[in-house]
């Protein structure tokens, strides 16, 4: 008696019995013991007959009652095509990332190689929305500046918004897969539809809206597949599985913030096979089968999905453009309209040339007029990943050498393995020097410094070159050939070697890599590695046809990288002022917002700021989830249950899966040391969307269904009225931004000030 005293258990009376919302979570635990159900827990088990829907006795709304799961997402997608669609040409200027992510679609149609630190197919997505604009890739896009006439600018933006606007009522459909009772599925497609921010993201030429999108359709994916876990292996279950893998795919081929995607149904996925290891009924085949299943779909198809984006991206850009600095040598030689592949073959004194390191994310080494504050204060040495007339070294006979030793009867001498070399910088006339002097940065190596001139120096110009091989089959040679021999440079007094290990000079270097001489001889480090890139010499025939030859995969490897290494080179600069960034402390709270344009009088302004309440509601729901699982939790382990198994454990599915996806995208950014924006956020708050609906639900299933409509038309009512009060925000604000100013709730927005 004293049990059923304690034990407070929820009904669902408002709510027709839905079998997929009885399977519960495979990821829950079991409160309550089946042999301990009291009579509440018994009434409220699944019934043995069918629930027989009670429709109203007017025709019209029986049929939309009846129809009700057709109708609702047909009107969420027409309602949200409207808002994203509407206005949308009022800017003829380029928006904020326009400028960058505009000019990479542009690449596409003119097949000119460019660098980005994203992946390729948000970017390629971008070209064929110009494609289907019949633009030719001829506007720089250059920030502010004004779209030409003839320029079907609009229907590019239109392009980018639909993947916004899909993203509503697959909010809908993902919401009734989570088995949300349909208000609450309507109040979070309502949430995304009138958010000013992911409705402000989607009406411009950026990557945002296709990245929200394939982040929705593996949410999707992965509740529609978790929802048939009862019948494994059957078409529909291998169709989400495969749906699922084609989403992350696509997600980690836009942005590698998908990577955050990817963790979250990898956490999914390796509780499922846990809880099926202990399932001892289960045959050892039929185990083995859920992994190859998972492997094969989770793993190999997302993998091959991204290199294939990869594959697409090198078949499209053929042509040599401003990114070719960014890959190695033997790529760019391949690439038309590049010089490379007519270098001459093997080098020789008297060369001109560019040295490439190596190394993957390597550059091209460096040297320009300006001095290092500190150390020698000679003039600096760096490596630079773009193409530059300062890239430029001459290949000289060493300090103290006699010329006439270095020429044969055809005053051509070949460098070969083992050469004493001096490289003096083509601009400058100084010699590639090193001494015993702490780098710069990496102050336990030597550094590396511009010094001298053909007259001016000592033996600490003299560099010995090692070959370490050849990329080139069937050659054996000791000698240097252009892009595909590997050489060390290994200083002739010191006896260390030349290195740029992608470490990033501050501001007085202007970002540059760091070059340095290494003391601990790592000869197999490849960023001791170099290898010659342009070379020229009038003396020497050109490389004949088809000489330099590179592979797909080391392309791809290489590039890879150098995304990763360029990203990790956003970091703050502390002696500029970012007004746009912000810091990820302030994004739950919509304690910033971002200017997307200039912010004069005669300018159409547009405002990234959130709708505060569906930002301050759907964090509060984050935290309130946090507090009364631990609530349930501390209760369960003194022998109270305020829920059954079945509720249990769909509250625990729901709620793990919307937090961990919350936390996931969100918390990885207070460790990162890259810059960071508003935008960054957007994936975790769609996830935290969600949990403000589903906790709704949880907590009012008691209640009355007057009382129900009452809680839930409150938070409708303040969503709708908050956006039209903000909507000028994204629809663009035209004269003096004062005339906004009552729109600015917090100090901390810049709108006004």
């Known amino acids: 008696m004293d049990n059923l005293k304690r034990r407070h258990n929820a009904t669902f009376t408002d709510t027709p019995y839905d079998p997929a919302f009885y399977n519960g979570g495979i990821q829950g635990t079991q409160p309550i013991p089946s042999d301990d159900l009291t009579q509440s827990d018994k009434l409220h088990k699944p019934p043995s007959f069918p629930v027989i829907p009670q429709y109203s ?43 960058h992510f505009g000019k990479f679609g542009s690449h596409y149609l003119k097949h000119d190689f460019y660098f980005d630190v994203h992946p390729p197919l948000g970017k390629m997505l971008v070209g064929l929305s110009g494609v289907l604009a019949g633009y030719n890739g001829s506007f720089g896009f250059e920030s502010g500046s004004t779209y030409p006439d003839g320029m079907h600018y609009g229907v590019m933006r239109i392009f980018n918004a639909m993947w916004g606007a899909l993203l509503v009522p697959l909010a809908y ?260 020097h090193s001494h015993p002097v702490s780098a710069p940065i990496t102050t336990g190596q030597w550094e590396v410094s511009g010094y001298g001139s053909e007259t001016v120096g000592d033996g600490q110009d003299n560099w010995k070159v090692e070959v370490v091989g050849d990329i080139s089959k069937g050659y054996d040679n000791n000698g240097v050939r252009s892009l595909t021999t590997r050489f060390r440079l290994r200083h002739v007094q010191q006896g260390c070697l030349l290195t740029a290990n992608n470490v990033i000079l501050p501001q007085w270097g202007f970002k540059q890599v760091e070059v340095h001489c290494d003391k601990r001889n790592r000869v197999d480090d490849p960023h001791t590695w170099w290898n010659v890139e342009e070379h020229y010499n009038d003396k020497l025939p050109p490389a004949p046809a088809n000489a330099y030859k590179s592979h797909f995969f080391q392309d791809f490897w290489h590039l890879n990288v150098a995304m990763w290494t360029s990203n990790n080179a956003l970091i703050p600069d502390p002696d500029k002022i970012d007004i746009l960034s912000s810091e990820p402390a302030e994004w739950p709270l919509a304690s910033v917002g971002l200017r997307m344009c200039g912010w004069d009088d005669n300018t159409i302004k547009f405002y990234l700021l959130g709708n505060p309440i569906v930002w301050w509601s759907s964090f509060l729901s984050v935290l309130v989830f946090a507090t009364s699982t631990i609530f349930y939790i501390v209760r369960m382990q003194r022998k109270i249950y305020d829920l059954t198994n079945a509720q249990w454990d769909q509250y625990l599915y729901v709620g793990k899966t919307l937090f961990l996806g919350w936390f996931l995208h969100y918390i990885p950014f207070f460790i990162m040391g890259r810059v960071t924006y508003l935008h960054h956020y957007f994936p975790a708050l769609y996830f935290s969307i969600f949990m403000g609906p589903f906790l709704m639900d949880h907590f009012t299933r008691t209640c009355s269904s007057r009382t129900q409509w009452i809680i839930f038309g409150v938070l409708y009512t303040s969503i709708i009225l908050v956006f039209i009060y903000f909507s000028p925000l994204v629809y663009g604000m035209s004269g003096p931004v004062t005339a906004y100013s009552g729109r600015k709730w917090l100090n901390s927005w810049n709108l006004v000030d």
Not at 78 to 87: K, V, Y
Not at 212 to 235: A, D, G, I
Request: hydrophobic letters at 45%; charged letters at 15%.
């Open 173 to 432: 459909l993902t919401a009734r897969q989570l088995n949300l009772t349909v208000k609450a599925s309507v109040l979070a497609a309502t949430m995304v539809l009138l958010d000013t921010a992911l409705l402000c993201i989607s009406r411009f030429i950026l990557l945002d809206s296709m990245l929200l999108f394939f982040t929705c359709t593996t949410l999707y994916c992965l509740s529609k597949f978790h929802n048939l876990k009862n019948e494994s292996f059957s078409e529909d279950w291998y169709l989400w599985l495969f749906m699922t893998g084609l989403s992350l795919g696509c997600v980690l081929s836009v942005k590698w913030v998908g990577l955050f995607a990817v963790a979250l149904v990898g956490i999914y996925t390796v509780e499922d096979l846990w809880d099926k290891l202990g399932d001892l009924q289960m045959p050892k085949h039929t185990y083995a089968k859920h992994w190859v299943s998972r492997i094969v779909c989770l793993i190999v198809l997302p993998l091959v999905i991204y290199i294939m984006c990869f594959a697409l991206h090198f078949a499209i850009l053929y042509k040599s453009g401003d990114g070719d600095a960014q890959m190695s040598s033997l790529f760019q030689a391949n690439l038309e309209g590049s010089s490379l592949g007519q270098n001459p073959l093997e080098l020789a004194y008297g060369s001109k040339l560019t040295i490439k390191n190596f190394g993957y994310g390597g550059g091209l080494l460096h040297s320009h007029i300006q001095k290092f504050p500190e150390g020698s204060k000679q003039q600096q040495v760096t490596c630079y990943h773009h193409k530059d007339d300062n890239n430029h070294w001459i290949i000289k006979t060493p300090r103290n050498a006699k010329e006439e030793d270095y020429e044969d009867e055809n005053n051509i001498r070949y460098v070969k393995d083992g050469d004493i070399i001096r490289l003096v910088h083509a601009s400058t006339g100084v010699n590639l």
């Open 57 to 99: 006795s007017n025709k019209y709304l029986a049929y939309c009652q009846q129809h009700h799961e057709v109708i609702i997402p047909t009107v969420l997608t027409i309602l949200s095509f409207w808002t994203r669609f509407r206005l949308i040409s009022l800017s003829k200027t380029v928006v904020w990332d326009e400028a």
